[in-house]
T-cell receptor, first 116, second 113 residues
Framework: DQQVKQNSPSLSVQEGRISILNCDYTNSMFDYFLWYKKYPAEGPTFLISISSIKDKNEDGRFTVFLNKSAKHLSLHIVPSQPGDSAVYFCAASEKSGSGNAGKLIFGQGTTLQVKP | DAGVIQSPRHEVTEMGQEVTLRCKPISGHNSLFWYRQTMMRGLELLIYFNNNVPIDDSGMPEDRFSAKMPNASFSTLKIQPSEPRDSAVYFC???????????FGPGTRLTVL
């Protein structure tokens, strides 16, 4: 029973173009969402997050969009760079104060390749 | 600033042996998490602590797995006895407070022969 799903195992884009990574969730109690980037032989690195009270959060080239009614979020990278090539994980957790606060549920990851 | 530190980075052992993985969280962080990553199950939370107290160990696969946090700067994950299916990458993460952003260590790659 996967509560967080990343249906695309891989994505390939050209340098300079937009990369869009998608994530779906099923648990309506989730209210905090994060994206992590992972290079081989390293731990996941926090990239960007969004709270359920927002529908968009932007940080430089990275923007996360949240559609609560569709239980869907996406990460946009513009413009994409070869150094962005990595595995991207979507993660979700319930709100602070709930019994599951802090418990991150991860998707399976999407491998992004940005070609020069 | 030092991030989350894990040791060893690689561990190869034989079935039946005891394995101990170590983690030093970021100084000042009050919450610590242990994860396991496998091809089949992805990244899954095993156990987490808040202020050195275990909060939820429902992700620990079997009684062969145990974790401790004797103080705010050190935690261990022990597998005894180890089995080949325990082979995975084990990550430790820490956060300032329980629901804050988690920062991961580099992981320990465990191979049980």
């Amino acid at each position: 029973d996967q509560q967080v799903k990343q249906n695309s195992p891989s994505l390939s884009v050209q340098e300079g173009r937009i990369s869009i990574l998608n994530c779906d969730y099923t648990n309506s109690m989730f209210d905090y969402f994060l994206w992590y980037k992972k290079y081989p032989a390293e731990g996941p690195t926090f990239l960007i997050s969004i709270s359920s009270i927002k529908d968009k959060n932007e940080d430089g080239r990275f923007t996360v969009f949240l559609n609560k009614s569709a239980k869907h979020l996406s990460l946009h990278i513009v413009p994409s760079q070869p150094g962005d090539s990595a595995v991207y994980f979507c993660a979700a957790s319930e709100k602070s104060g709930s019994g599951n606060a802090g418990k991150l549920i991860f998707g399976q990851g999407t491998t992004l390749q940005v070609k020069p | 600033d030092a991030g989350v530190i894990q040791s060893p980075r690689h561990e190869v052992t034989e079935m039946g042996q005891e394995v101990t993985l170590r983690c030093k969280p970021i100084s000042g962080h009050n919450s610590l998490f242990w994860y396991r990553q496998t091809m089949m199950r992805g990244l899954e939370l095993l156990i987490y602590f808040n202020n050195n107290v275990p909060i939820d160990d429902s992700g620990m696969p079997e009684d062969r797995f145990s974790a401790k946090m004797p103080n705010a700067s050190f935690s261990t994950l022990k597998i005894q006895p180890s089995e080949p299916r325990d082979s995975a990458v084990y990550f430790c993460a820490s956060s300032l407070r329980l629901a804050d952003t988690q920062y991961f260590g580099p992981g320990t790659r465990l191979t049980v022969l």
